[in-house]
């Protein structure tokens, strides 16, 4: 497993080019299974959730060629209609084979995602969904297995809103009979790029951004070409590195119009934030302020943005408050803070963090994706060395750090 050892006290500047959307690309992959055309995808990003799901979809029959251009998926010959466990349990978004595999070819076995570090994440409403649509639905040893003769279009609508429940059931509804109407449905921006992303493969989808979409099924899709949106959150993570060490960053081959919680949060600490067409440049010239945030779904402040906005409010001038209200257990960075130093109660889905001067250096433990980034930021505002373990392959961070 990689460890991460960082030089603290350095501020971040420099200009990165921003990757393709990792919850927009994996979705996406799995669109493929839809139709027996080519598929080809431009910007997918280079990382392990990425390659798992390419490793997924082949062991199901699906033919997958790269080339500089794209990457072209070939689901004309799928023989094997099975998500197995040792894939799901590293890669929770395997889930999103469940749609299309089921309204395609009539039968799915999933293996049930189970908890993860931040929460216990069940997947019922991607079930209850299917069922309304038609769907049998069995749990077999861990599996779930699902069977219908063609899916017929429903009226759903989630009781919570459910990113990946809403890009199952849109996938589902796009070769079932009938209408199916999703309400209460996410509006993140990785869901539009899905469904842009469908529409271009011949679906019949409205309202894809709002909290109603309509789908029209339709007999068969075919072949498209997509590039997959800028990753929001990878944006994000580099302009909160930049604020939190005093630095100067330009993110090329970004979006600012899905960014605006953040960016208004940034701008709260004091940063100066220039955006000009793919472009966002932030400059910080003093300590940040402390600022609060509470999660919730799009468009409000992103819980992927959590733990790293209570990095830079470890050592921002004044006290600020974390409200975590997506998952249930989305704090498990703030006892590695504690070890370098910061100040931080916790009291149910709060956390209250009184900014500090300094943090020193120290090693601690990476338990997700973006607490791997909060501690990496942490690192790079404390004095002295921190080494960061078990880290997950993840985002490079190697833009040059001038003192
Ligand atoms: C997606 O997860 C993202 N993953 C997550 O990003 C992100 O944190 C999350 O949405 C919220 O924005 C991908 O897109 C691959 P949810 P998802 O279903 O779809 C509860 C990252 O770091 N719920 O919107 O799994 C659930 O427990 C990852 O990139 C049910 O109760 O999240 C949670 O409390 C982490 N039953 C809430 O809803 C269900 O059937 C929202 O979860 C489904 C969800």
Known sequence: MQKLAIQGGYRLSGEVKISGAKNAAL?????????????????????????????????MGVRIDKSVQATAFNAAVVDKLLAPYDMVKTMRAAILVLGPLLTRFGEARVSLPGGCAIGSRPVDLHIKGLIAMGAEIHIEHGYIHATAKRLHGAHICFDLISVTGTENLMMAAVLADGVTVLENAAREPEVVDLASCLIEMGAKIEGAGSDKITIV????????????????????????????????????????????????????AGAKIDVTG???????????????????????????????????NTIAEGSAIVVETIFENRFMHVQELQRLGAQIEIEGNTAVIQGCDRLDGATVMATDLRASASLVI???????????????PFIDLTVSNTP
């Open 378 to 392: 942490a690192g790079m505002m404390a004095q002295g060395e921190t080494v960061v373990d078990r880290l997950l």
């Open 278 to 312: 793919d472009r966002i440049s932030l400059e910080m010239t003093a300590r940040p302020r402390a600022v609060n945030v509470r999660t919730a779904p799009y468009p409000a402040f992103p819980t992927d943005m959590q733990a790293q906005f209570m990095a830079m």
């Open 217 to 268: 099924g339709v007999s068969k899709l075919h072949g498209a070409n997509h590039a997959v949106m800028p990753d929001r959150i990878e944006s994000g993570t580099f302009l909160v590195a930049a604020a939190a060490t005093g630095g100067h960053i330009t993110l090329t081959h970004a979006r600012a119009d899905i960014l605006d919680s953040v960016l208004d949060k940034l701008r709260e």
């Open 27 to 59: 979705p996406i992959m799995c669109a493929s299974l839809l139709t027996a055309d080519e598929l080809h995808l431009s910007n997918l990003p280079d990382m392990q959730d990425v390659s798992t799901m390419m490793k997924l979809l082949e062991q």
